[in-house]
């Protein structure tokens, strides 16, 4: 096959796919009497195995399994994609705390800030916690009080309040502070609870999709496999 006859089948240019095998994402290419590259069939799938690995591990990623692989390091391609699979298990992991956590928080609505903002002692009262834990959410990450321009005193608004709020009924079910943290986080950058919902929505269907294609990704490798082994 000429290049171009393994570019036609992508979309791509005859000069992309000599690109790929000087990056070694290809094997090399014989070269007949007049020079040009020779390709095959191994080319043409070690080219669909590269195609497919960039959709769920990236460009760079997706290189580098392929160049180990085609040095004959399948150690180094194997912990490439074992990689892959953790970090995508870890951020599953992450969703569903994150669900699970606002699943447990109580539909009523804490009862708004009106006025000034809260002390400490005002806002621990509120909560019914000590001082000390507010400082100690708030060294976590938690919380992000506002200070007094000029006692430099902690001061709690709306946000912090309901934060606070947040943590409070978390600890109470058991969530370790790192995972209130991580929550509240989320919901402060989503937007909400309404948002935050669906966020995770979305947030489950990438990962379904990066799920697939990681799949979609091994499938090519091992029938590239196949035939370097052949």
């Given at each position: 096959?000429?290049?171009?006859?393994?570019?036609?089948?992508?979309?791509?240019?005859?000069?992309?796919?000599?690109?790929?095998?000087?990056?070694?994402?290809?094997?090399?290419?014989?070269?007949?009497?007049?020079?040009?590259?020779?390709?095959?069939?191994?080319?043409?799938?070690?080219?669909?195995?590269?195609?497919?690995?960039?959709?769920?591990?990236?460009?760079?990623?997706?290189?580098?399994?392929?160049?180990?692989?085609?040095s004959?390091?399948?150690?180094?391609?194997?912990?490439?994609?074992?990689?892959?699979?953790?970090?995508?298990?870890?951020?599953?992991?992450?969703?569903?705390?994150?669900?699970?956590?606002?699943?447990?928080?109580?539909?009523?609505?804490?009862?708004?800030?009106?006025?000034?903002?809260?002390?400490?002692?005002?806002l621990?009262?509120?909560?019914?916690?000590?001082?000390?834990t507010?400082?100690?959410?708030?060294?976590?990450?938690?919380?992000?009080?506002?200070?007094?321009?000029?006692?430099?005193?902690?001061?709690?608004?709306?946000?912090?309040?309901?934060?606070?709020?947040?943590?409070?009924?978390?600890?109470?079910?058991?969530?370790p502070?790192?995972?209130?943290a991580?929550?509240?986080?989320?919901?402060?950058?989503?937007?909400?609870?309404?948002?935050?919902?669906?966020?995770?929505?979305?947030?489950?269907?990438?990962?379904?999709?990066?799920?697939r294609?990681?799949?979609?990704?091994?499938?090519?490798l091992?029938?590239?496999?196949?035939?370097?082994?052949?």
């Amino acid at each position: 096959m000429r290049p171009i006859d393994l570019a036609r089948e992508h979309g791509m240019s005859a000069q992309a796919v000599r690109n790929y095998e000087e990056a070694g994402i290809l094997p090399q290419a014989e070269r007949g009497e007049t020079g040009y590259r020779r390709y095959t069939s191994l080319h043409a799938q070690a080219l669909r195995a590269f195609l497919a690995l960039r959709g769920g591990h990236g460009h760079q990623q997706a290189t580098e399994i392929m160049r180990a692989t085609n040095s004959g390091d399948l150690e180094a391609a194997y912990r490439l994609i074992d990689a892959a699979h953790v970090a995508l298990l870890a951020e599953r992991d992450t969703r569903t705390e994150v669900a699970t956590a606002l699943a447990s928080l109580s539909t009523a609505t804490p009862a708004p800030v009106r006025g000034r903002p809260l002390t400490v002692g005002e806002l621990a009262h509120r909560l019914d916690v000590h001082p000390a834990t507010l400082r100690t959410w708030e060294t976590e990450g938690i919380l992000h009080p506002e200070r007094d321009r000029v006692t430099g005193y902690r001061q709690y608004g709306p946000d912090p309040v309901w934060d606070a709020e947040i943590a409070r009924q978390l600890r109470r079910g058991g969530y370790p502070l790192s995972k209130v943290a991580r929550f509240v986080r989320s919901l402060r950058e989503a937007g909400g609870a309404d948002a935050l919902s669906t966020f995770l929505a979305s947030w489950q269907d990438r990962l379904t999709t990066r799920s697939r294609t990681l799949l979609a990704g091994a499938a090519q490798l091992d029938a590239y496999l196949t035939q370097l082994q052949g």
